[in-house]
């Protein structure tokens, strides 16, 4: 009778082990669920009412933990359909317990930068407010193609004294670039920019005209 009560005591703790295991029943460490949940790729947005189309870049985190998937940053293009110009912007989402007013942008090599404040708004309030501020830099394009092998490193800096260092990966540049000129090659680029600028016939008679008046 002894002998049958431990055994079916024994039966029970395990079975108590094995349900209270986290790597049985499907489950994932928490760096595996926030990378699921970042982008991976280059989504393009082509509007037909937007002069210019929409490059945006896979995302990477700042910091680790469960907060981390609201501390991203990633690269957003636009090209310019008619003039086939682009123009980039590292973006980046801040998350916090209080207002930091980021304002200011400088690089690794202390260029200060083109800041340009993005949005801000509060969460949820039910344990203490949460505060979230997206921010970024522009780039021009002849910099962000030098920065193909060794990434960009940026520094974002706030009135209330936070510093956020950025990383812009070589993995993120390519990624961005190749989406890029796969949608407007290179070569056509450079035919496109070195077309000379045919001006229209109304252009011409106000041309004209105002060269008679004269």
Known sequence: MQRSTFLIAGVMTALFITGCTPQKMGYQPSSTIETSRLRST?????DQFEKSVLFIGPEETLGAGVLSEFN???IRSWVDKGTLVATHQVYVNDYGSGWKFWNSAKDENSNIMEFVSISSHVGSCRYGCS?????GASIDDKTLRSKRETGYRIKFS???????????????????LEAIDARFPPQKVKEEAAQ???????????QNKTLKQK
Not at 42 to 46: E, G, H, M, Q, S
Not at 196 to 206: A, T
């Open 131 to 135: 505060y979230f501020e997206s921010f």
């Open 196 to 206: 000379p600028k045919v001006k229209s016939d109304k252009q011409n008679q106000r």
């Open 158 to 176: 706030a009135k209330n004294g936070a510093e956020k260092v950025v990383h812009i990966t070589p993995r993120q540049v390519i990624a961005q």
């Open 42 to 46: 280059v989504d393009i947005k082509d």
């Open 72 to 74: 991203t940053y990633f």
